[in-house]
């Protein structure tokens, strides 16, 4: 019954393959679906760290205050028109701050009190922002679940709950783990970009990491441990964005 079940998912997927296999019709048809799954695995991911995590409702000057900045990075990112980024602040001492796919940003308490300008906290939430931006958690997702059943979740209308949330736990884990280093490089360098075309300078970034560096001297401080296990080394990351 699951071998049939497989083989006929298998000859849909075909059918659709050639149903849009007009000269670039294709690749916005599964563009689309792809995007819908993105924001689904976003979301059970959203609510997973909700359940786990408390929210912190700011006072609501430092709230607007917050999310004008997040607004003005977001406007600066490619894909402002397809995704509806949210910015969301957790109770958590550790300097550090995630992205899920679909457009969710999560801002520890602990990096809100370590950042001392507007422009360090910028830098940080840029960094996310080009996570999502250039797709890297669902980049991620294809390589470690394949497309296989990437097209099944895609095209299954059907598909369990159950299903989703493990793959929206497994976007949970890479955005604590990190993508790899050539991901992280990537997201400083569109992060720096984004916050110049906000207003920010390259400086409040690259500021924010040399007092990480200065603090923790590189020994495995509890508050700044999280970030440092997901990221590259520091020295190196300074010396990227100066060279940018």
């Not at 079940?5 to 849909?12: A, D, E, G, S, V």
């Not at 996570?131 to 294809?142: E, F, L, P």
């Not at 790899?180 to 997201?187: C, F, I, P, T, W």
């Amino acid at each position: 019954m699951l071998r049939q079940k497989h083989l006929i998912l298998f000859i849909l997927i075909l059918l659709v393959l050639t149903t849009f296999s007009t000269k670039g019709y294709t690749g916005s048809f599964f563009d689309t679906l792809e995007l819908s799954l993105e924001k689904n695995i976003g979301q059970n991911g959203y609510q997973s760290i909700i359940a786990q995590k408390k929210v912190i409702h700011l006072p609501e000057e430092e709230a607007a205050h917050l999310n004008a900045i997040f607004k003005s990075l977001v406007n600066t990112c490619r894909r402002k028109g397809e995704l509806e980024f949210t910015l969301t602040v957790v109770e958590d001492k550790t300097v550090n701050a995630f992205a899920l796919p679909g457009g969710y940003i999560f801002v520890h308490t602990g990096l809100l009190s370590f950042a001392q300008t507007d422009g360090e906290v910028a830098g940080v939430l840029a960094h996310e922002i080009a996570h999502v931006d250039r797709k890297h958690s669902m980049n991620a997702i294809k390589r470690q679940i394949g497309m296989s059943l990437l097209l099944q979740l895609i095209l299954d209308k059907n598909k369990s709950k159950e299903e989703m949330a493990k793959v929206g736990n497994f976007a949970i884990n890479m955005s604590q783990l990190g993508y790899g280093r050539e991901a992280e490089y990537e997201a400083d360098r569109y992060g720096a970009y984004f916050i110049e075309r906000a207003g920010y300078q390259k400086e409040d970034l690259l500021n924010f990491w040399r007092r990480i560096q200065g603090e923790t001297g590189g020994k495995e401080d509890p508050l700044f441990l999280q970030l440092f296990s997901t990221h590259p080394p520091t020295a190196e990351r300074i010396k990227r964005i100066e060279a940018l």
